[in-house]
C-alpha cells in the first residue's frame, strides 16, 4: 500500500513539472521571438518565418514537458527535450529539472560529464539566443547557477534518500528480530507450564488417589502461578535487553528434570558445572535447552527414557537432551500437540545470542538428540 501511494504521488509531481515547464515556455514561444534569431539567417518571408517559429518553439516545450513524465526512469529525453527548449523556445526551466533529476534519480553514470556538457550547451544557447544583457559573464552564471547547482543538490538528496533507506531497512530488521525475541520468549515461558498443566490434568483422569489427586492439582496451580508471573515480566522488560529476574538458570534444571518424572518421562540427570562459573545470560540459556528438549520429549515421544547432561569444559557449557527410542510397559498419556514449530527455531536464536550453537537429530540407535554448546561468558556484545 505505501509503495503504491508513493508511486502515485511521484506521478502528481511529475505531473505538477510537466505542468510547470508548459506555463514558462508556452508564453515567450507564442511570440516567435526565441527562433527568429535562427530563422534570421535563411532567406524567408518573415511571416514564414514567425508562423514556423512559433509552432517550432510550442512543439519544443511540449516535449519537454512530456519528458518529465519519464525522468525517473531515464534522463536522456529530458536532457535533449529540454535543450531544445532552450533552443527554440528561450526556457531553461526544463533543463535545470533534467539536470536534478539525472542525479537525484541516479539515471546517469556519468553525471559530472552530462552536467559538464549541459553547462557549456546552456551557456552558448543563452549567449547566442535573445538574452537582454548579452553579456558571456551573466550568461556563464546562469549556466552554473541553473545546471552544476541542481546537479550537485540532486547527488545531495540521493545520498539523503539512500541514508534513510537504510535505516529503514535496519529498523525494518531489529523489528523483526524484536517480534522473533517475542515469539521465543512467549514460547519458552508458556509452553513448558502449558505442557506439564495438560499432564498432571490427564494424569488427574486416571487415579482415585485422593492425595495423588491433590498433589497433581497443587502442580498445576503453581505451573499457572508461575506462569502467570513469567508472562508478566516478559512483558515488563521486552522493551530491553534485560532479562526477567525469574529467568531461571542451571539451579533449577534439577526441578525441569523432576518434574519430567513427575510427568511419566524416565529422566536421568547429570550437572558437572561449578557454582560461579557460568554468566547469567548463558546459564538462562542452558536452562532453556534442557526445558524445549523436555517439551519436545512429551510431545513426541512420552514413554521414552531421556539422559541429560550439563557440563563445563574449557570455558564452554556442553548440554545435551537425549531421548531412547524404546517405550516403557506401562504407558503414560501424550501432551497434546500444541507447539507451533518455532521452539527450535527460537531456540537457536536464543543459543546464537550468546555466541554458542544448538544441534538436534536422530540418534544411531533411533533416538533424538539434542545438543548445544554454550560459551560459560556470552561475547561482551550480547550481554
Not at 229 to 254: C, F, K, Q, Y
Not at 362 to 378: K, V, Y
Request: charged share 20%; aromatic share 6%.
Amino acid at each position: 500500500m505505501g509503495e503504491k501511494r508513493a508511486r502515485f504521488s511521484g506521478w502528481i509531481v511529475d505531473a505538477l513539472l510537466a505542468c510547470a515547464v508548459l506555463a514558462y515556455a508556452i508564453p515567450p514561444a507564442l511570440t516567435g521571438r526565441p527562433f527568429s534569431w535562427f530563422l534570421s539567417w535563411w532567406p524567408v518571408p518573415p511571416w514564414v518565418a514567425v508562423w514556423v517559429a512559433v509552432w517550432v518553439a510550442v512543439l519544443s516545450a511540449v516535449a519537454a514537458a512530456l519528458s518529465m513524465l519519464a525522468r525517473r526512469r531515464t534522463a536522456w529525453p529530458s536532457i535533449v527535450a529540454s535543450l531544445l527548449c532552450l533552443a527554440l523556445a528561450g526556457q531553461g526551466v526544463a533543463v535545470t529539472i533534467a539536470a536534478y533529476s539525472m542525479t537525484a534519480e541516479g539515471t546517469v553514470r556519468r553525471w559530472r560529464l552530462t552536467a559538464a556538457v549541459m553547462t557549456a550547451a546552456y551557456l552558448v544557447l543563452d549567449h547566442l539566443g535573445p538574452s537582454p544583457d548579452g553579456l558571456l559573464v551573466l550568461s556563464a552564471v546562469r549556466a552554473v547557477t541553473l545546471v552544476s547547482v541542481p546537479a550537485v543538490i540532486g547527488t545531495w538528496v540521493r545520498g539523503c534518500r539512500t541514508t534513510l533507506a537504510g535505516v529503514w531497512q535496519r529498523e525494518e530488521q531489529a523489528a523483526s528480530r524484536e517480534r522473533r525475541r517475542i515469539a521465543g520468549e512467549m514460547h519458552d515461558t508458556v509452553t513448558h507450564a502449558v505442557t506439564v498443566m495438560v499432564l498432571n490434568a490427564g494424569l488427574i483422569q486416571d487415579t482415585q488417589d485422593l492425595g495423588e489427586i491433590r498433589r497433581l492439582a497443587r502442580s498445576i496451580e503453581d505451573k499457572g502461578v508461575r506462569a502467570l508471573t513469567e508472562l508478566r515480566e516478559v512483558l515488563t522488560v521486552l522493551h530491553r535487553r534485560d532479562m526477567p529476574a525469574s529467568a531461571e538458570g542451571l539451579e533449577a534444571i534439577p526441578q525441569l528434570v523432576a518434574e519430567g518424572n513427575a510427568t511419566g518421562l524416565k529422566c536421568s540427570l547429570h550437572l558437572d558445572v561449578p557454582e560461579g562459573t557460568v554468566a547469567r545470560e548463558s546459564a538462562h540459556a542452558c536452562y532453556r535447552v534442557v526445558q524445549e528438549g523436555l517439551n519436545n520429549v512429551r510431545k513426541h515421544a512420552p514413554a521414552s527414557e531421556v539422559r541429560i547432561t550439563c557440563e563445563a569444559r574449557d570455558d564452554m557449557v556442553t548440554v545435551a537432551v537425549v531421548n531412547s527410542a524404546e517405550g516403557r510397559l506401562r504407558p503414560y498419556p501424550a501432551a497434546p500437540r500444541i507447539g507451533s514449530g518455532y521452539g527450535l527455531v527460537g531456540l537457536k536464536e536464543r543459543v546464537n545470542l550468546v555466541g554458542g550453537w544448538l544441534a538436534s537429530g536422530r540418534t544411531p540407535e533411533g533416538g533424538f538428540a539434542l545438543t548445544a554448546r554454550i560459551p560459560c561468558h556470552p561475547p561482551d556484545g550480547e550481554r
